[in-house]
């Protein structure tokens, strides 16, 4: 390709609103514009990007037994309400109605559409296990658009969809599916691990991401290096936390609890300094309320975070919130900041973490304003309904499964694998009958991968402070031929037999026709940041040699202009098998 022809334009200008340099740097090499919040056109240089990763996700996840299709982007309201989705899915579902009146959705992820189509094709165990897979635009209203490709509304996934007959297929597929997403981001040239994650809002029992590890990264993982349990801290466990020593441990193992004057210190470390105590050894009590409405009472260590997802599922609801101040006063009979666990109401449900079991004389709100406990065990002051796991983890808690220690990371979220079970299957009647006749739901499965988002990913893991250094398997061309002076005849014959030579041998090659300053050439070069850079200049030309130098470390070397094409090439092989 001759950059005199093709749509490249860069900018020396940072984007105001662009936040993280993937985005920038997306928007300056002239990979994409914006049309509207998470909107985007994939100009041609982005866009060659993004066929590089689609191939490489079309081979393996074909290799995995995958067979593609298409499906509508845009999908009728009925087989969203089947699913009971169409009432849960909320605000992110952009819903669309034609000139008849009638509903449709444009497709977030298509369970719904897979599932229609083999319900009607698929009847018996023998015609199982089947995995279909699309790559496609989606459209999520997300809350709040942001980083470029990496949160979009309108974004590219791979989604892939299987069916079986029972578990032990479906556990293969998932495995299959596994695999091949690590020889994906392997062949991105991706620094990702995968971690155990929660099943949100798509349902289902089992699932695990691929986090690419970037300090800009939305979601946050733990990872134990002793034994390699990660997961995303949405979900993480932690071993046991050591019981901290108790607050009132002057006045002797047995003293009781009895209250002291707090007046307005409302907060956890406002009260730990006053008493000269650590947050640690109070009980923070927390009151909740829920779609349900009926507040619940949660107590956690006081130096430690609630984690509300883990509390969705042990309270069974879907939107826990903290309660407001009204709610708090009825509950409790104080003003927020003074709640305990102590002399509750009958009848409130109250939920300890596990980390308040083992603690012996704490200090908590004594339901009374501007009075503290102190003195408070539980099993002996309060029983609380039930202990539940609704801890946060955080760095340096104990593995839960070794001995180990966690750690914490910022990783970005490229893939997603789920176990969905009979979710769908069951609410849309997706049946198969067995080798007796009888009929069951499918099992099924559900793995996503975004496109846009792991080449942002890519670029968030493999830039310096002159632009993009692609990693070869993605670059949008491997080479990139620049006629130093296009003035100069013999320059301007020599680069080019260079680039002709390349191109027919099969080597993806941008070449730099273009008539301008050699510091703009190579600001652009820097910039776009193409694997390999091949110079053609005068005065090596004087010497029968031209420039090289790969954009990873800059180093330059003469090579001979005679069978340069071959040079080149080898140094392309260098890199592939590195
Ligand atoms: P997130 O938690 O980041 O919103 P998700 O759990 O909603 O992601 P899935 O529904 O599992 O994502 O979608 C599968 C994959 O699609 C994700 O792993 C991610 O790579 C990609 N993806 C999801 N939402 C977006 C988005 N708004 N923009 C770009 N890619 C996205
Ligand atoms: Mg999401």
Redesign the pocket.
């Known amino acids: 390709m001759r950059w005199s022809q093709f749509y490249l334009h860069t900018t020396r200008e940072v984007p105001a609103d662009a936040e993280v340099t993937s985005h920038q740097l997306m928007l300056r090499s002239g990979m994409i514009r914006k049309a509207a919040a998470?909107i985007y056109s994939y100009l041609p240089y982005g866009l060659r990007a993004l066929n590089k990763l689609t191939a490489i996700v079309r081979r393996e996840i074909d290799a995995a037994g995958s067979s593609e299709l298409t499906m509508p982007a845009v999908a009728p309201a009925e087989l969203w309400e089947e699913s009971g989705r169409w009432e849960q899915y909320g605000k992110e579902l952009l819903r669309i109605q034609d000139r008849h009146g009638r509903d449709f959705v444009f497709g977030?992820?298509h369970e719904e559409v897979v599932t229609d189509i083999v319900r009607n094709d698929v009847r018996s165990y023998r015609q199982l296990p089947v995995s279909l897979y699309q790559i496609q635009t989606?459209f999520?209203d997300?809350i709040r658009?942001r980083f470029g490709?990496?949160?979009?509304?309108e974004?590219i996934?791979k989604?892939a969809y299987t069916f079986h007959a029972d578990e032990a297929s479906l556990d293969e597929a998932y495995r299959g599916m596994h695999d091949a997403y690590c020889r994906i981001f392997e062949a991105c040239g991706l620094d990702y691990t995968v971690v155990e994650a929660d099943t949100?809002a798509?349902g289902g029992s089992s699932s695990h991401?691929?986090m690419v590890l970037a300090d800009t990264g939305?979601?946050e993982v733990v990872r134990c290096a002793g034994c390699g349990y990660g997961a995303n801290t949405e979900k993480a466990e932690t071993g046991s936390l050591p019981a901290p020593p108790a607050a009132n441990a002057d006045q002797g193992p047995d003293a009781e609890a009895q209250d002291v004057a707090t007046p307005g210190l409302a907060t956890i470390p406002e009260v730990a300094s006053f008493l000269g105590i650590e947050p640690s050894q109070m009980i923070k009590t927390l009151i909740y309320t829920s779609e349900e409405e009926t507040p619940i009472v949660v107590l956690i260590r006081g130096d430690r975070t609630i984690n509300e997802i883990k509390l969705a599922h042990a309270l069974g609801v879907r939107f826990p919130v903290l309660a407001d101040d009204a709610t708090v006063k009825r509950i409790t009979g104080a003003p927020v900041g003074f709640a305990g666990p102590v002399g509750l109401a009958e009848g409130v449900r109250v939920i300890a973490d596990h980390s308040v079991k083992g603690m012996v004389g704490a200090v908590t709100g004594a339901n009374q304003g501007d009075t503290h406990r102190v003195g408070v065990t539980p099993g002996r002051d309060f029983e609380p309904t039930a202990y539940a796991d609704v801890l946060l983890a955080a760095a340096g808690d104990p593995c839960p499964r070794c001995e180990g220690t966690l750690e914490l990371f910022r990783g970005i979220?490229?893939?997603?694998i789920?176990k969905l079970g009979t979710k769908y299957s069951e609410a849309m009647g997706c049946t198969f009958l067995d080798a007796e006749g009888k009929s069951h739901p499918m099992l099924m499965g559900c793995y996503?991968?975004?496109i846009?988002?792991?080449v942002a990913a890519a670029i968030e893991q493999n830039n310096d402070e002159s632009g993009v250094i692609w990693p070869l398997p993605l670059a949008p061309f491997e080479v990139l031929v620049i006629a130093l002076n296009p003035q100069d005849e013999a320059v301007v014959a020599a680069a080019e037999e260079i680039y002709q030579g390349l191109a027919e041998a099969g080597v993806e090659a941008l070449f730099d026709d273009r008539k301008g300053r050699p510091g703009v050439k190579f600001n652009d070069a820097d910039l776009i940041g193409v694997p390999l850079r091949v110079v053609v200049g005068k005065k090596g030309l004087a010497e029968g040699n031209i420039e090289v130098s790969r954009r990873q470390d800059r180093e330059k070397h003469m090579i001979a202009q005679q069978g340069a094409v071959e040079h080149i090439r080898g140094m392309l092989e260098a890199t592939t098998t590195a």
């Open positions: 998470g977030p992820t989606k999520r997300e658009p490709l990496m949160r979009g509304r974004f996934m989604d949100g798509i991401e691929f939305e979601d979220e490229v893939g997603h789920f996503g991968l975004g846009g988002r792991t």
